[in-house]
């Protein structure tokens, strides 16, 4: 990859779209191999697009997902169309879910996803305005 | 140790993954949360959980696993082995409760 190439992949991803749970996160994660990313770093994306991808479809009315790719990091972007999180602080604790006891059974909902992606992110950031939609971005940095 | 021997030494039943059957083991992993899982299993790692969905697949894959042992007799769902086949990532099926397969892993030197 040359200094001005960037790599930029768009995923929709549907409310409850169990089905297709995962395919944004793997697909992302074999284009970041393809590049020669890093494994370590390879990792870390590919746990933030996970996580990324799953409060799409568990928590949001359906979203996507954005990953900017260039020679110095990757820039990891989850837009949602609502509901909002009504207390960010809360939804970062470790272990506060807010998640349906059917989608708790199914392994999900453990209130790790967020406190996930803050720890694999070098930058990280939450927006969401009620009635409106949640942005998450997370940026990790590529080293030389 | 790869997959296969692992497979043979337990006597449990692949179900689907035969692709992968090559891979290398390198440690274990238990646990049915997976964003628990996503933290902490590593890759190489025997995944041995009580989930079937077919997004244990997904998490598989991204790390890297081994395989899945999905234990205690539960059914993995169609739709979970198509993607296995499709990602040859194995998954062996066994009737042994998730304690019993640990200790039978620990004693084979995993």
Not at chain 1, 56 to 75: A, F, M, P, Y
Request: glycine share 10%; charged share 25%.
């Amino acid at each position: 990859m040359s200094q001005k190439d960037m790599v930029s992949l768009n995923y929709r991803v549907n409310a409850e779209d169990f089905a297709k749970a995962g395919d944004a996160s793997s697909n992302t994660k074999k284009v970041l191999k393809k590049l020669g990313i890093p494994s370590d770093i390879t990792r870390r994306a590919a746990v933030v697009t996970y996580e990324a991808e799953m409060n799409l479809i568990i928590h949001s009315n359906g979203g996507e997902i954005i990953v900017n790719i260039d020679t110095t990091k990757i820039q990891i972007i989850a837009r949602d169309f609502g509901p909002g999180i009504p207390d960010i602080d809360k939804a970062m604790q470790k272990g506060y879910s807010t998640a349906s006891d059917h989608v708790r059974e199914m392994g999900f909902g453990a209130g790790m996803g967020l406190p996930n992606m803050k720890r694999c992110s070098d930058e990280f950031e939450i927006e969401s305005k009620k009635g409106e939609g949640t942005t998450v971005t997370s940026i990790i940095h590529i080293p030389d | 140790m790869n997959v296969r021997e692992l497979c043979r030494s337990l006597g449990l039943n692949p179900v689907a993954g035969e692709k992968g059957m090559d891979r290398k083991v390198d440690g274990a992993y238990a646990g049915d949360l997976l964003s628990f899982v996503m933290a902490n299993a590593s890759k190489g790692n025997v995944w041995i959980t009580i989930q079937a969905h077919s997004n244990i697949v997904a998490v598989a894959c991204l790390l890297e696993m081994a395989c899945i042992i999905v234990a205690a007799g539960v059914q993995v769902d169609g739709d979970t082995l198509e993607k296995a086949d499709k990602e040859g990532i194995p998954i062996l099926s066994a009737d042994l409760d998730v304690y019993t397969l640990c200790c039978k892993l620990h004693s084979l030197g995993i």
